[in-house]
């Protein structure tokens, strides 16, 4: 099985986003129990989880960059 490339987990942050946000709408505007229930906890969820994939993302363009190297004091 093939490892997803950088683009392919941004995109898939970005729909979790995007997701996530339109739930929190939701629940922002239609104030009935069920959708602010959705909204403080699905609509969550994706966030963090959209968050944690652009973080891992990030993290491995670092490390590739050697950013995160050791390097011996001068």
């Known amino acids: 099985m093939r490892r ?6 941004l995109r898939i ?3 979790l986003a995007i997701i996530g ?3 929190m709408v939701w629940g922002c505007l239609d104030q ?4 602010v229930i ?3 906890s699905i609509g969550q969820g994706f966030g963090i989880l959209s968050f944690l994939l652009y973080l891992v993302v990030v993290v491995v363009d670092l ?3 050697k950013v995160f190297q050791r390097r011996p004091p001068s």
Do not use: Y
């Open 32 to 35: 009935t129990p069920l959708p």
């Open 38 to 40: 959705l909204a403080m």
């Open 4 to 9: 997803p490339t950088s683009m392919t987990l």
């Open 13 to 15: 942050a970005s729909v």
């Open 21 to 23: 946000l339109a739930l």
């Open 63 to 65: 490390r590739r960059a």
